[in-house]
C-alpha cells in the first residue's frame, strides 16, 4: 500500500512582514546614506539638496522641497527641491511662495503637518497658492516637518 500525506502552510503573512523588514531595512540605511552626505556637505545648499533628496528616497515620495525662511520672509522659504521622474515635467515651474498658503501655518506654528489629499484639497489655506497654482505639481498627500536652527535668530 502506497500512501501520500500532504501539508500546506500559508506563507501570505510571513512573506509580507520579511517584506516590511526589508522595507525598514532600506529606510535605515537610506537614513545612514543621508548622515553620511551631510556631514561630507561644503555648503548650507549642498546640504539642503541632499536632505530633500535623500527625503524624497526614503519616504518613496513624487516631490521633495526643503526650505528656509529667515525672519519670516516667505519669498525666500523654498531652497530645494527633488522630483521623480514621474513629475520631471514640473522642473521648470518657478511658483514662490507668498506667504500666504498652507506652507506658512507649518512655519508659523512650528509644528509638523500630514495631510491626506482629501484633507489637503479641503483645507481652505491649500488654494492660496496666489497666481502659480494651477502649474503647481499635483499633491497626493503632504507631510511638513519644521527644522528649527538658531544663529542670530535664524530659524529653519
Known amino acids: 500500500m502506497v500512501g501520500i500525506i500532504g501539508v500546506s502552510y500559508d506563507v501570505t503573512e510571513r ?9 525598514h531595512a532600506a529606510q ?6 543621508a548622515s553620511l552626505a551631510m556631514n561630507s556637505a561644503l555648503s548650507l545648499d549642498e546640504t539642503l ?22 525672519n519670516e520672509n516667505w519669498e525666500q522659504a523654498i531652497n530645494s527641491i527633488s522630483l521623480s521622474d514621474k ?16 506652507y506658512s501655518i507649518v512655519c508659523q506654528s512650528n509644528r509638523p ?4 489629499q482629501a484633507e489637503l484639497e479641503a483645507h481652505p489655506k491649500w488654494r492660496e497658492y496666489g497666481p502659480h497654482v494651477g502649474g503647481h505639481p ?3 498627500g503632504w507631510l511638513a516637518a519644521p527644522l528649527w536652527g538658531e544663529t542670530g535668530g535664524t530659524s529653519a
Open 15 to 23: 512573506r509580507r512582514a520579511e517584506m516590511e523588514r526589508d522595507r
Open 28 to 33: 535605515l540605511q537610506g537614513l545612514a546614506d
Open 49 to 70: 539638496k541632499i536632505v530633500t533628496e535623500k527625503a524624497r528616497e526614503i519616504i518613496g515620495a513624487h516631490m521633495s522641497v526643503t526650505g528656509m525662511t529667515v
Open 87 to 102: 513629475y520631471s515635467t514640473f522642473r521648470k515651474f518657478g511658483g514662490r511662495p507668498d506667504g500666504s498658503g498652507i
Open 113 to 116: 503637518m500630514r495631510m491626506t
Open 138 to 140: 499635483p499633491l497626493r
